[in-house]
């Protein structure tokens, strides 16, 4: 579905998971249109803020949280205080590459807490005074991986396949107001994700040369949100490949993720 179509962005915008990658680059393409954009991430986004500074905002605010914690939304929400969103851009996300059970539980509850819990938390609560006012923009980064069963990132992709069901839901129980509900659907991208998963060396999806420029990927997802439309699958080839792994049975989608995720050292 498609809705509200707009030419630019405009007024304050909150940009999550902002320091590096597809969430950098979309707080870029809203500086270039004169957003007032505060920037959050929980590492350091000093170099973020000079180089969105530079790319004409009205403003650019930081602040460092952990989305992960309840501590770190009401942080976010205070920050927020009584202006009111006009787009939030729910970028942050993480993940841990390797078998499910070889992990501690609190780098899995860390995952589902950041790309769960603390998106939903923030949507709801920047989402309730969006309706309220019958305006606002909301963009999540989803993935196509949702879609797939993942073994050796496995809590990574069900948890995308919850926010990406979740936002289409949202959109339809929104469908008779004026907010607009966008969810980017990436494929493997250029960022420090594989590095934080540490899947960068071991595994064939962190070595393939053929992975996206996020800076194409935030164009795709901020057009999006410009058109108002609910999904976008950003890049030919991911929509192939999310189309097929709609139609495929599971269990064999399953084994070719298994092949592209699995650690190379646990290969016999």
């Given amino acids: 579905m498609s809705k509200n179509k707009v030419d630019n962005l405009n007024g304050f915008t909150v940009v999550t998971g902002a320091s590096s990658g597809i969430g950098r680059e979309l707080a870029k393409l809203a500086a270039k249109d004169g957003c007032n954009l505060l920037l959050?991430?929980?590492?350091?986004?000093?170099?973020?803020?000079t180089e969105i500074r530079g790319c004409?905002?009205?403003s650019v605010e930081t602040l460092r949280c952990d989305l992960a914690t309840k501590e770190g939304v009401d942080e976010l929400m205070t920050k927020i205080g009584t202006r009111p969103v006009d787009n939030l851009i729910a970028n942050a996300g993480t993940s841990e590459g390797g078998a499910f059970l070889d992990h501690e539980w609190s780098q899995i509850a860390h995952t589902i807490h950041t790309n769960i819990t603390g998106t939903v938390s923030l949507i709801y609560r920047?989402?309730?005074?969006?309706?309220?006012?019958?305006?606002?923009?909301?963009l999540v980064t989803g993935s196509i991986v949702g879609d797939m069963p993942g073994p050796y990132n496995l809590v990574y992709n069900s948890t995308k396949a919850f926010i990406?069901?979740?936002?289409?839901?949202?959109?339809?129980?929104?469908?008779?107001?004026?907010?607009?509900?966008?969810?980017?659907?990436?494929?493997?991208?250029d960022t420090e994700f594989f590095k934080h998963a540490d899947m960068?060396?071991?595994?064939?999806?962190?070595?393939?040369?053929?992975?996206?420029?996020?800076?194409?990927?935030?164009?795709?997802g901020y057009e999006a949100l410009l058109n108002g439309e609910t999904k976008e699958v950003s890049g030919l080839m991911n929509k192939v490949q999310y189309f097929f792994?709609?139609?495929?049975?599971?269990?064999?989608?399953?084994?070719?993720?298994?092949?592209?995720?699995?650690?190379?050292?646990?290969?016999?």
């Fill in 40 to 49: 959050v991430a929980d590492r350091d986004l000093s170099d973020a803020e």
């Fill in 164 to 189: 990406d069901d979740f936002c289409v839901g949202l959109a339809t129980e929104l469908k008779e107001s004026d907010v607009v509900i966008s969810c980017l659907l990436p494929g493997v991208t």
């Fill in 56 to 58: 004409g905002a009205a």
């Fill in 245 to 268: 792994a709609d139609i495929l049975p599971a269990g064999v989608v399953s084994k070719m993720h298994e092949r592209m995720a699995k650690p190379q050292s646990q290969d016999s």
């Fill in 126 to 138: 920047v989402g309730r005074n969006m309706r309220d006012r019958n305006q606002g923009r909301i």
């Fill in 200 to 220: 960068e060396d071991d595994t064939m999806v962190g070595k393939t040369d053929l992975k996206a420029d996020p800076a194409k990927v935030a164009k795709d």
